[in-house]
């Protein structure tokens, strides 16, 4: 995984600064495990002889165990996926109903907010101020409770702001929890691993009485470099984790035993080439905030984790969309608009710099930084 691509630079395409695709290669520890597990016979409905049924489960249960000091049964309350993107439609599936509200601090991912659309639920947006550092405010989760909501979604880390919550924010949100019984907690943690700044990453799971009312949900895309591999899970209690996986027997008849053994290795043997990919995005991430620092009235806060960073852009344009899709067209640098991550990204432009390396980074912020002047000349 440490070697990175630079397939964008290769073809000398437009800049990537736009999906949050790493681009680091697999670990080949984790494509190894996947041919032996392959060339041993795991190709059918069911694994090989001498190969465990349950060896993700158990290597998820002992990372939690070993990494966060949480206790999860692994034969009960964690479910493998195809991406967190799964894990995400079959946790809203098993808990909420079309017509039930799901409160959602944004900005946030956006494919959440998309999801919501097709699965019927109405999102209540709770606004996070940029003046606060884009920190969850629980006091403002609480006052958008209504008899209709069932879930409260959270990214955390937070993708596009790349906060972090605070041990006394998620306890407050777990107080939370436990005063509204009927209401789920939907917990994004697919950049957990990748802190930045000695930041650490809590789990709201060491509080086992949460347990049925939590889906923990995270991924191997990020962390191991493996978006294409298609691998996520939910960890939550026992009653719903049946539920999820009988819904995804039913659309998928689950996820390959082969890709469960690579992510078993991943989880075993890759912690050092995961530290090796979050200090090259340290580094990556450094040379975009210095680039963007030398763009007059843009204010970037410093993201703490994840893949992006999420600058102001509103002394230019109100209008992301528009902007976003002119630094394209005239500039050549592909980006996403803030707005898709809720209203209160409206006015920002997502800018990601886990795809490209650091000179393709700085020559990006130049050409936004070049229309920008032109525009405005
Ligand atoms: C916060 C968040 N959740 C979920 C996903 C989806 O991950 P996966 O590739 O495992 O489906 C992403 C990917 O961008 C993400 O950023």
């Known amino acids: 995984m440490a070697g990175a691509e630079d397939h964008e630079s290769d073809r000398g395409g437009p800049i990537n600064m736009w999906v949050a695709d790493p681009g680091f290669r697999t670990d080949p520890k984790i494509v ?53 993107q799964e894990a995400l439609s079959l946790s809203i599936q098993v808990c909420a109903r079309p017509g039930d509200e ?161 992510g078993a290795a991943a989880l075993a043997q890759c912690s050092e080439s995961v530290r090796a990919m979050v200090v090259e995005l340290e580094g990556r991430r450094r040379v975009m905030l210095e680039a963007l620092a030398q763009i007059k009235d843009v204010a970037c806060d410093t993201p703490n984790a994840g893949f992006e960073v999420f600058p102001n852009f509103s002394a230019y344009s109100r209008d992301s969309v528009n902007l976003s899709s002119d630094l394209e067209k005239k500039a050549g640098v592909k980006t996403m608009p803030g707005a898709k991550y809720g209203p209160s990204g409206e006015g920002h432009i997502r800018l990601v710099f886990c795809a490209e390396e650091g000179p393709r980074i700085k020559e990006g912020v130049s050409r936004i930084s070049g229309l920008l002047r032109a525009q405005t000349a």
Not at 73 to 80: I, L
């Open 32 to 84: 190894d495990a996947f041919n032996f597990a392959v060339s041993n016979g795991c190709t059918h409905y069911f694994p090989a002889p001498g190969f465990d049924e349950h060896v993700l489960e158990k290597a998820l249960a002992r990372y939690y165990q070993e990494e966060q000091g949480v206790q999860v049964d692994p034969m009960n309350e964690v479910c493998p996926t195809h991406g967190a």
């Open 102 to 262: 799901m409160v959602v601090p944004e900005p946030t991912y956006s494919a959440l907010i998309e999801k919501l659309g097709v699965f019927g639920l109405r999102p209540v947006f709770v606004p996070l101020l940029e003046e606060e550092h884009w920190r969850l405010d629980v006091d403002a989760v609480k006052s958008a409770l209504t008899k209709k909501t069932r879930m409260v979604y959270l990214c955390d880390p937070n993708n596009p702001t790349g906060t972090v919550c605070s041990r006394a924010e998620l306890d407050a949100l777990g107080e939370l929890l436990k005063e509204n019984r009927g209401v789920s907690l939907l917990l994004d943690e697919c950049y957990s691993r990748v802190l930045f700044d000695g930041s650490s990453h809590h789990s709201i799971l060491d509080d086992r009485a949460l347990l049925g009312q939590v889906y923990v949900v995270s991924s191997f895309s990020k962390t191991y470099a493996m978006t294409g591999w298609r691998l996520g899970y939910v960890v939550t209690g026992k009653e719903n984790a049946e539920r999820i996986k009988r819904l995804s027997e039913e659309y998928n008849g689950g996820v390959s035993y082969a890709v469960r053994y690579a």
